[in-house]
């Protein structure tokens, strides 16, 4: 007996769109697990300069690395600190 040509089809077309469908999803996963936040902060969402420093996510004015360089910074604290004793 000859097998069934058209099921063997049918059955290989529906792994071929189950495949497409998991590749889709999985692509859309990583997407969202991997995608950038929407909008940069600004340096009024930190108390100082360290935290914008530490969350890179701030726009950096003049480009030297250094995030919002208007609000306080606890570092130079303890560099005073330290340079008293």
Do not use: W
Not at 15 to 25: E, G, H
Not at 65 to 77: H, Q, R, V
Request: positive net charge; proline residues 6%; contains cysteine.
């Amino acid at each position: 007996m000859r097998p069934n040509v058209r099921v063997a089809a049918v059955t290989d077309e529906r792994r071929a769109r189950l495949r497409v469908a998991v590749s889709v999803v999985g692509a859309l996963l990583l997407l969202a697990i991997v995608a950038p936040p929407a909008s940069a902060a600004t340096c009024s969402d930190y108390s100082n300069q360290a935290a914008a420093q530490r969350a890179k996510d701030t726009r950096d004015g003049d480009g030297d690395g250094i995030y919002c360089e208007s609000l306080p910074c606890p570092c130079l604290k303890r560099l005073f600190h330290n340079a008293r004793r």
